[in-house]
């Protein structure tokens, strides 16, 4: 293997800069972002990062999925016109009042390691692509970018999106795209060499272990789901409680079983309750309705799969407890995927050449990679996240993390390139 130019470095200056100036890109009052997809500030970030990308002399595209991409064509002659590109990014869409490194890191490290490779004027055995993938937090579908490019999108999804059929098309619609675009994004494996990620490890694990980088070795399955517990519209003064059909007390009850359910039988696991909606929605009327987005969580299939009927079952027994009735609806099952050891070994390895402290440690956090793993050799960078925190504006990593995040990403995509990544996973 040709030798690998250790002592390139990430322009800290250069990233800096563009990590200011992405965070202006619908920033909240306390000081986090909320650019959900397709939103009017996300596509304005994302004409942004377009003129990163020509400023940089980098070709742009965007393929039917909306996904952004700059692209170093650095292929040597021998690799010909049918060169493999070796894709590195995250997304730039975020949740609503989220943090600033969610995503963005990710992207703008791999545009900056586009750029440091041109500058030294490198050529290696494949091309290279920073991408931003569309709608990776589920704001409309979940990962959605990056499972068209796998290949992995189905129109069932396309039907009954967890953020709802018709903000799905008025979002597609503000950005120029439709689902048969979607549904033609897809690449193939003698087209993308591999994949890799940078991203805040968005938990605790990482800092008070004392660890510079994580390597990660798995990554988390994830399922949502939709539950309407129904019971009567009534009085909220003259009906007497002992005779109501009241939906509210169903979700309720769910709420707080399910945290029982998970703490006592599903240790590894995690649910989550993010959204509640009663309907009618009034002060005096007994709630009819009562709407729950819901997602569990688990680093294995079979887990995950007895963790959603065991969750499903407690739903059931607390409609038939207030005599209410309920729907349950799966809305998308993203499955734990694991990552390539190659790949883990070329991030470890770049991390050992710049003296970090790293560590291997799977994923609890949903991730682009999760999609790439099922298509070519995927990896992820994880830089620790102070006080843990993420999905809010409290989510922060220290500048010098983020930096060496950027260069190890940069030693991996030298290691990974100058491997050749095989076809195989
Ligand atoms: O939800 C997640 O785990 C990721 O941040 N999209
Ligand atoms: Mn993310
Ligand atoms: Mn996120």
Do not use: E, K, L, V
């Given at each position: 293997m040709p030798t690998i130019p250790e002592t390139l470095r990430v322009d800290p200056g250069r990233l800096w800069e563009d990590f200011q100036n992405l965070s202006r890109f619908g920033r909240t009052q306390e000081e986090g972002v909320s650019r959900p997809a397709f939103s009017a500030v996300h596509l304005q970030a994302r004409a942004w990062f377009r003129e990163r990308v020509l400023a940089a002399g980098l070709k742009f595209s965007v393929d039917g999925a909306g996904n952004h991409s700059a692209r170093l064509d650095c292929a040597l002659p021998a690799a010909g016109k049918h060169a493999r590109v070796l894709l590195l990014g995250s997304h730039l869409d975020s949740v609503p009042n989220g943090g600033r490194y969610d995503g963005a890191l990710g992207v703008l490290a791999a545009l900056e390691v586009l750029r440091v490779i041109k500058d030294a004027g490198l050529a290696l055995p494949v091309d290279l692509e920073a991408i931003d993938f569309s709608d990776e937090e589920g704001t409309l579908l979940g990962l959605m970018g990056s499972r068209a490019l796998a290949g992995k999108l189905t129109r069932a999804e396309l039907a009954a999106p967890r953020g709802g059929r018709q903000a799905l098309l008025e979002g597609l619609g503000r950005a120029g795209l439709d689902e048969a675009g979607l549904l033609t994004a897809n690449r193939s494996v003698q087209q993308v060499s591999g994949y890799l990620e940078l991203h805040i490890e968005q938990g605790p694990r990482l800092k008070s272990q004392g660890m510079q980088i994580g390597v990660v070795t798995a990554i988390v399955g994830i399922s949502s789901y939709r539950l309407v517990f129904t019971g009567r519209a009534d009085h909220a003064g003259t009906t007497p409680v002992q005779d109501r059909l009241d939906a509210a007390q169903g979700a309720a009850a769910f709420i707080l079983e399910a945290r029982k359910l998970v703490l006592q039988q599903f240790p590894g696991c995690v649910a989550n309750v993010g959204l509640l909606v009663l309907e009618?929605?009034?002060?005096n009327i007994v709630p009819q309705r009562a709407v729950l987005g819901f997602e569990c969580r688990s680093a294995s299939m079979g887990e995950l799969e007895r963790l959603e009927a065991a969750l499903l079952a407690q739903a059931q027994h607390e409609a038939q407890r207030y005599n209410l009735g309920l729907e349950a609806e799966l809305l998308s099952r993203h499955a734990p995927a694991m990552m390539s050891v190659k790949v883990q070994d070329a991030i470890a390895g770049a991390a050992e050449a710049l003296g970090l402290a790293h560590t291997r440690l799977a994923s609890g956090a949903g991730h682009d990679a999760q999609s790439l793993a099922s298509l070519c050799s995927s990896g992820m960078i994880f830089i620790p996240s102070q006080e843990g925190g993420?999905?809010?504006?409290r989510e922060h990593s220290t500048w010098q993390d983020c930096l060496n995040g950027a260069n190890v990403l940069l030693g991996a995509t030298l290691r990974m390139a100058l491997q050749q990544m095989d076809q195989t996973i």
């Open positions: 009618p929605g009034a002060y993420s999905h809010s504006p």
